[in-house]
């Protein structure tokens, strides 16, 4: 039976093949004020010295679970399930959260017992660790967010804390959606309780541009999947389908956006066949971006630079 600690903050952090960022994630997971963390590492199916790392640095700090490679939902779902808090908190093993993230989500759940999930704003960094931009603390909404989460999303991963009572209502993360776990979790989250803000960053998220996100056939099942899943959702609760626009539209900016911001980071690093071909990839797909001055500015010196002559 499963004995929950009130007031501790649970940290689950799942791993696939991630070592090299991974300490960073775990020392500022061990590093937080709040007086009371477990932190609980999903090692799903990783081939790469994971477990070497753990067990010689953080075995008698850490709850350690080994698992055959299921992917990021059984991950975050088998961490759910071994963790003991009142309250759980998802960090990617590529990013680090600030030292007061856990005091500061959790006292605000505290505070509002009408709250699911608090969020707060993020630093966003390079692969190096470097901080080159931030979130929005001004436009974080709190209240009944449900409807507003199909229109956009408002924080990532490593920025929240659920209160686990929840998730009797909400369910854990589908292991069927190959991409956009995250996002159909917390919409059914937001369906059952209240989110809130908390104005002050909590996390510093990391810039990697192979990640899973940029698999984007991978990414079409699932935006496919996604909207199905929440057709049926909405129906069976009495909500306006006149939701799934709203999410379709969202969801089929991803691309664009994404590579005109992976453009820009290509063309700071001075790669500039890949920020051009990037960018002609993000306006092609999205003509609208050519309104901005910036899109143009790295179109034009990335190819004054030879982007053309060296890209493919």
């Given at each position: 039976?499963?004995?929950?600690?009130?007031?501790?903050?649970?940290?689950?952090?799942?791993?696939?093949?991630?070592s090299a960022y991974l300490?960073?994630?775990?020392?500022?997971?061990?590093?937080?004020?709040?007086?009371?963390?477990?932190?609980?590492?999903?090692?799903?199916?990783?081939?790469?010295?994971?477990?070497?790392?753990?067990?010689?640095?953080?075995?008698?700090?850490?709850?350690?679970?080994?698992?055959?490679?299921?992917?990021?939902?059984?991950?975050?779902?088998?961490?759910?399930?071994?963790?003991?808090?009142?309250?759980?908190?998802?960090?990617?093993?590529?990013?680090?959260?600030?030292?007061?993230?856990?005091?500061?989500?959790?006292?605000?759940?505290?505070?509002?017992?009408?709250?699911?999930?608090?969020?707060?704003?993020?630093?966003?960094?390079?692969?190096?660790?470097?901080?080159?931009?931030?979130?929005?603390l001004d436009n974080a909404?709190?209240?009944?967010?449900?409807?507003?989460?199909?229109?956009?999303?408002?924080?990532?991963?490593?920025?929240?804390?659920?209160?686990?009572?929840?998730?009797?209502?909400?369910?854990?993360?589908?292991?069927?959606?190959?991409?956009?776990?995250d996002r159909d979790m917390?919409?059914?989250?937001?369906?059952?309780?209240?989110?809130?803000?908390?104005?002050?960053?909590?996390?510093?998220?990391?810039?990697?541009?192979?990640?899973?996100?940029?698999?984007?056939?991978?990414?079409?099942?699932?935006?496919?999947?996604?909207?199905?899943?929440?057709?049926?959702?909405?129906?069976?609760?009495?909500?306006?389908?006149?939701?799934?626009?709203?999410?379709?539209?969202?969801?089929?900016?991803?691309?664009?956006?994404?590579?005109?911001?992976?453009?820009?980071?290509?063309?700071?690093?001075?790669?500039?066949?890949?920020?051009?071909?990037?960018?002609?990839?993000?306006?092609?797909?999205?003509?609208?971006?050519?309104?901005?001055?910036?899109?143009?500015?790295?179109?034009?010196?990335?190819?004054?630079?030879?982007?053309?002559?060296?890209?493919?």
């Open positions: 039976m499963l004995i929950v600690v009130s007031g501790r903050v649970s940290i689950i952090i799942p791993a696939y093949n991630s300490c960073e994630a775990i020392d500022s997971a061990l590093g937080q004020t709040h007086s009371d963390v477990e932190v609980v590492v999903v090692n799903d199916g990783s081939t790469d010295d994971t477990d070497s790392i753990i067990e010689s640095r953080y075995m008698d700090r850490i709850t350690y679970i080994q698992q055959p490679n299921a992917g990021l939902s059984a991950a975050r779902n088998a961490g759910i399930l071994a963790s003991t808090g009142e309250f759980i908190s998802f960090l990617d093993a590529d990013d680090r959260i600030l030292p007061e993230m856990a005091e500061n989500l959790s006292n605000k759940l505290a505070d509002h017992q009408e709250c699911g999930l608090a969020y707060g704003g993020w630093y966003q960094i390079n692969q190096t660790g470097e901080r080159y931009g931030e979130s929005d909404p709190s209240g009944r967010v449900f409807h507003e989460l199909f229109k956009r999303g408002l924080f990532e991963v490593g920025t929240l804390m659920l209160r686990r009572s929840i998730l009797a209502k909400s369910g854990l993360f589908d292991p069927a959606l190959p991409q956009l776990e917390w919409m059914r989250v937001a369906f059952y309780a209240d989110f809130i803000s908390v104005p002050v960053h909590v996390a510093e998220i990391r810039s990697v541009t192979n990640s899973m996100s940029r698999n984007w056939a991978q990414r079409k099942v699932a935006n496919d999947l996604l909207v199905r899943k929440m057709h049926t959702f909405l129906r069976s609760k009495g909500q306006p389908l006149s939701l799934l626009t709203h999410l379709r539209r969202n969801l089929n900016r991803h691309y664009p956006a994404q590579c005109v911001q992976d453009a820009f980071k290509s063309y700071w690093a001075a790669d500039y066949s890949t920020a051009w071909r990037k960018m002609l990839r993000g306006v092609i797909a999205s003509p609208g971006y050519l309104r901005n001055r910036g899109v143009w500015a790295v179109l034009v010196k990335s190819v004054m630079r030879g982007g053309m002559n060296n890209g493919s």
